[in-house]
Structures are given as structure tokens and as C-alpha cells.
């Protein structure tokens, strides 16, 4: 008989642990890329005070005064919220797989052998004669049982950047709408003055 109770050791298995376990992973992973996500706008788009942060572009930009005609070249700086030019990081898990197999490979052989031998010797002589009798039984069982258990689970996570939250989505509208240049004439340019 064969050591292995194949029902019994297929109802043993925590099921639900390991179909669970790794869904509970990917919920807590899914929680710390949104808490990522906050610490991440927190600490890149806004100061200690919560003021937004900004960076400023100071360039020169060609245009023609409009007194004289001339192109002149103009001192422009902009100011914008840091956040409205970087990528948030929006992760989230798109897919998960979750693959189990469990094979248990089971097998056994009897093999018994039997072995009978006899050996009459006789032996006549003068007077009493002698008889010689041998036998010999003998007896082999053999017995192999052999149970291979081998298990493997894949779990396979696809994540992705996210589309950005309409929350997010306002906020960003509204710094964008902060985003003005402001200009100031050089007074260098070609043309007469």
C-alpha cells in the first residue's frame, strides 16, 4: 500500500491562503502606491506652508514693438507650478494571475518470490546403511512504494500608470490657468530708434 492518502492531502492544502495571501499582497501594494503617490504631490508640490511650488523660466522672446515696428527682444519669465510639468506617479496593478499546481505521483510494487529445493541423498553400506536427507525452503518479499510531491505557484502582476484622477486632473486646470508670462523690453533690437 502506497503511503500517500491523495484526497485527504489535496483537502490539506490552505487554499485559501494561497490564492489569498498573494491577493492580500497585491491590495497592500496598491495602497502604498496611492500613499506614494500623496507623499509624492505633498513633498514635490507644495512648501512647508502648503504654498504651491514653482519653477521659474526666464528667457528673451522676439517681438515687435508696437510703437515703432521694430523686433525687439523681451524679457519674459514664467512661473509655474512644479507639479503641472512633472509626471505623478499613478500606479496600479491592471492584472494578477495567480497559478497553483500540486501533483502527487504515487507508486508501488510487490514483488515476493518462493524457493523450494530438496536434496535425498542415500547411502547404502555394509551393515546399517546411511540415508542422507537435505531440504531447504526459503522465501523473498519485496515491497516498494514510492510518493513524489512536487508543488508550484506563479503569480503573475502587471501594473501600469494609471490615467490621472479628475481630482487631479481640476487641481492641475486650475494651476495651469495661474501660468502668465510677464514681460519686460529690453530695448535691444533691430531696426532704428
Do not use: C
Amino acid at each position: 500500500m502506497v503511503g500517500a492518502n491523495i484526497p485527504a492531502e489535496l483537502a490539506a492544502l490552505p487554499i485559501e491562503s494561497l490564492i489569498g495571501k498573494p491577493l492580500e499582497a497585491a491590495v497592500k501594494a496598491q495602497a502604498f502606491a496611492a500613499m506614494t503617490t500623496a507623499r509624492f504631490v505633498q513633498e514635490v508640490g507644495t512648501d512647508e506652508d502648503g504654498n504651491v511650488k514653482t519653477v521659474t523660466f526666464k528667457f528673451k522672446r522676439k517681438e515687435v514693438d508696437p510703437d515703432t515696428g521694430d523686433i525687439v527682444d523681451t524679457d519674459t519669465t514664467i512661473e509655474a507650478p512644479l507639479l503641472s510639468i512633472l509626471p505623478v506617479p499613478y500606479i496600479r496593478i491592471k492584472d494578477m494571475t495567480i497559478h497553483f499546481n500540486f501533483t502527487i505521483k504515487t507508486a508501488a510494487q510487490d514483488k515476493s518470490s518462493h524457493d523450494f529445493s530438496s536434496k535425498l541423498t542415500a547411502k547404502a553400506g555394509w551393515g546399517w546403511g546411511s540415508v542422507k536427507l537435505t531440504a531447504s525452503y526459503g522465501f523473498k518479499k519485496e515491497t516498494r512504494s514510492q510518493v513524489d510531491r512536487s508543488s508550484e505557484l506563479d503569480i503573475t502582476v502587471n501594473a501600469v500608470q494609471d490615467e490621472m484622477p479628475e481630482g487631479m486632473r481640476t487641481l492641475l486646470s486650475l494651476l495651469k490657468e495661474s501660468i502668465s508670462p510677464s514681460t519686460s523690453s529690453s530695448g535691444s533690437g533691430s531696426g532704428g530708434g
